[in-house]
């Protein structure tokens, strides 16, 4: 089944290697059906100041039951991801993390690995926000993204009941 899907991730340092995932999933057909804001929606939306990013990332969640977090070096820390971690958890979505960092970036190499930003919403986290299952991070590369991310967003959506 295709599902809808909205991607997180750091624009700035990891947006080449987000479209290596997000040109994945449009040539494959498991893989369709996913949210994503192009680099004009962003920067347009930056200018206009936090409120409006919030309206822009709930609106562009509406229609999706997953959360896809596209995990580089320094995900954890960005402001956004987290907000969209946590609306994600308030709305019940599927959640999945891919590991990305292992991308070619435009031929300046691989990335080093950044800190699973799902420990701040884990059982022991002490957050009073938490996910109701741990959410699985794969690999990009090592586990074969390209084939199966259809399958993760699928097994997301089951593990949160959508």
Same mark, same amino acid.
């Given at each position: 089944?295709?599902?809808?899907?909205? $991607?997180?991730?750091?624009?700035? *340092?990891?947006? $080449?290697?987000?479209?290596? #995932?997000?040109?994945? /999933? #449009?040539?494959?057909?498991?893989? @369709?059906?996913?949210?994503?804001?192009?680099?004009?929606? /962003?920067?347009?939306?930056?200018?206009?100041?936090?409120?409006?990013?919030?309206?822009?990332?709930?609106? +562009?969640?509406?229609?999706?039951? =997953?959360?896809?977090?596209?995990?580089?070096?320094?995900?954890?820390?960005?402001?956004? =991801?987290?907000?969209?971690?946590?609306?994600?958890?308030?709305?019940?979505?599927?959640?999945? +993390?891919?590991?990305?960092?292992?991308?070619?970036?435009?031929? @300046?190499?691989?990335?080093?690995?950044?800190?699973?930003?799902?420990?701040?919403?884990?059982?022991?986290?002490?957050?009073?926000?938490?996910?109701?299952?741990?959410?699985?991070?794969?690999? /990009?590369?090592?586990?074969?993204?390209? *084939?199966? $991310? +259809?399958? /993760?967003?699928?097994?997301?959506?089951? *593990?949160?009941? *959508?």
């Amino acid at each position: 089944m295709a599902r809808n899907v909205y $991607f997180s991730f750091h624009y700035q *340092r990891d947006i $080449f290697r987000v479209q290596t #995932v997000r040109n994945a /999933w #449009v040539c494959y057909p498991s893989n @369709r059906h996913a949210g994503y804001f192009d680099h004009g929606l /962003w920067e347009e939306a930056k200018t206009k100041g936090a409120a409006v990013i919030r309206k822009m990332i709930d609106e +562009g969640m509406q229609q999706t039951g =997953v959360t896809v977090v596209l995990i580089g070096a320094e995900t954890a820390s960005r402001q956004w =991801v987290d907000y969209e971690i946590r609306r994600s958890i308030e709305l019940g979505k599927g959640l999945v +993390g891919i590991r990305i960092n292992n991308i070619d970036s435009m031929g @300046r190499g691989i990335d080093y690995a950044g800190t699973n930003p799902f420990n701040a919403y884990g059982p022991h986290s002490g957050n009073s926000l938490r996910t109701a299952y741990e959410v699985p991070i794969y690999d /990009w590369i090592h586990d074969q993204g390209y *084939r199966n $991310f +259809g399958a /993760w967003v699928e097994a997301a959506a089951v *593990r949160a009941g *959508r």
